[in-house]
């Protein structure tokens, strides 16, 4: 039996333990997310989209053949967001960077799962 952990297992473990955090805090409306979502002025509806991406995208990172997928769609969240951080809100955007450069190497990691879907 190999006992030995892959290193994209715990990134992927990582990244599902941040975007639930993320996700359902947006979820819960904690004041800081809806400050952040009145700051970009669209109201709070993409707030419970965002917030439901992120908790069906950590999920979606351990359903086998889904990670790549699941990390496409997390980074585009991330693009997302960060730009609208950028443009609307203001710093501190790390914590953005950090999810963007992991949930781009989980897509990279399984970059033939979205290929097959297409084919």
């Known amino acids: 039996m190999n006992t030995a952990i892959r290193p994209i297992t715990l990134l992927r473990?990582?990244?599902?333990?941040?975007?639930?955090?993320?996700?359902l805090r947006k979820l819960g409306s904690f004041s800081t997310d809806v400050a952040i979502y009145d700051a970009i002025g669209f109201g709070q509806?993409?707030?419970y989209v965002t917030g439901s991406i992120e908790v069906v995208g950590a999920g979606l990172l351990w359903?086998?053949?889904r990670e790549g997928i699941a990390g496409l769609l997390l980074l585009g969240t991330m693009i997302v967001g960060l730009s609208a951080l950028l443009i609307w809100?203001?710093?501190?955007?790390?914590?953005?960077?950090m999810l963007i450069v992991g949930t781009g190497t989980v897509a990279y990691?399984?970059?033939d799962q979205p290929?097959?879907?297409i084919r």
């Open 13 to 23: 473990a990582a990244l599902t333990l941040a975007f639930l955090y993320f996700g």
């Open 45 to 47: 509806f993409p707030r």
């Open 63 to 65: 359903w086998r053949g």
């Open 89 to 97: 809100v203001g710093p501190p955007y790390w914590h953005m960077l």
């Open 109 to 111: 990691a399984y970059r």
């Open 115 to 117: 290929m097959r879907l």
